[in-house]
């Protein structure tokens, strides 16, 4: 495992060699996330408006699938559009549909080029007419590639998903297609709009934001969380190298002990509960 030495050591390599480094460690995640903030900050630092910040944007998704191709990583998620994007200026939400058609339109062979497939998870019935046809078109035309899956969380929210999933369960049970004995993580997991695909092992933030913002609560639940002070139309591969660097050097336990303290005495559950033992340990006072 990476010390704070050693990720510092990455850093001060060149852009190939940072590459062949976090290749040769070895231990890539499957999934990565990213939740792509910072697009309106960038474009207020610049003196432009909000939207000319969502435009550039697009340049660091082109940038980050192209890395994540080279890198193998199997499933990128791009948190593109959440429910409570809808709250917000009517100009500006018009345009986000209109760069996402026009992203679509202008990446599709690119995309297919790279062997990249693409899915789409939310309430997509809830795209404007002319984007959702786009999107679908897309998403068909580039079905039969079998590299990167990019996953556009388009109309997405986590708590909503969570209540479509488990509306989802309550009508199977009660159509009989499932009993209570058979409800597990995995059938209710079946109901989410991230169905078939692996939970994320490493989810970045960018722009310093340290939350998660109704992002794949159900699925992120033993991520690694990275919080990058980078503004989303500033994101590169070189970020996203040093991200997964920083995943390489954690140990990731899902509850159980670390390695160097699951000994043969971990088990041992002898005096456990003996009080007169925990009072020599703690040496407390009766």
């Not at 079905?143 to 969380?153: I, K, P, R, T």
């Not at 009660?174 to 209570?180: K, N, P």
Request: proline share 4%; glycine share 8%.
């Amino acid at each position: 495992m990476a010390t704070s030495h050693d990720l510092k050591a990455l850093a001060a390599l060149d852009d190939d060699a940072l590459r062949d480094s976090v290749v040769g460690r070895g231990g890539l995640p499957r999934h990565v996330a990213v939740i792509m903030d910072g697009n309106g900050r960038w474009a207020r630092k610049r003196f432009l408006p909000r939207v000319a910040g969502h435009r550039a944007g697009r340049h660091a998704v082109k940038r980050t699938v192209e890395a994540c191709g080279r890198l193998g990583i199997e499933v990128l998620t791009l948190y593109t559009f959440s429910q409570e994007n809808f709250n917000r200026p009517e100009a500006e939400v018009k345009a986000l549909w209109h760069f996402l058609q026009e992203s679509l339109l202008a990446e599709r062979d690119e995309l297919d080029r790279r062997g990249v497939r693409l899915v789409a998870s939310g309430a997509v019935d809830r795209l404007p007419a002319e984007a959702r046809d786009a999107l679908q078109a897309a998403i068909d035309s580039l079905a039969d590639n079998d590299g990167l899956v990019l996953n556009l969380a388009l109309a997405y929210g986590g708590r909503q998903e969570i209540l479509c999933a488990a509306l989802d369960l309550a009508r199977r049970l009660a159509a009989g297609e499932l009993v209570v004995q058979d409800v597990d993580e995995e059938a209710f997991a079946q109901g989410l709009w991230t169905a078939g695909l692996p939970d994320p092992d490493l989810v970045i933030r960018t722009s310093g934001e340290a939350r998660l913002s109704n992002f794949l609560l159900w699925q992120a639940a033993y991520a690694e969380l990275l919080i990058t002070p980078v503004l989303w139309p500033d994101f590169g591969e070189r970020d996203l190298l040093l991200a997964v660097a920083d995943y390489q050097s954690r140990e990731r336990r899902f509850g159980k002990l670390p390695d160097h303290e699951a000994g043969p005495a971990a088990g041992d559950s002898t005096g456990l509960l003996d009080p007169a033992r925990w009072k020599r340990l703690l040496r407390t006072r009766p």
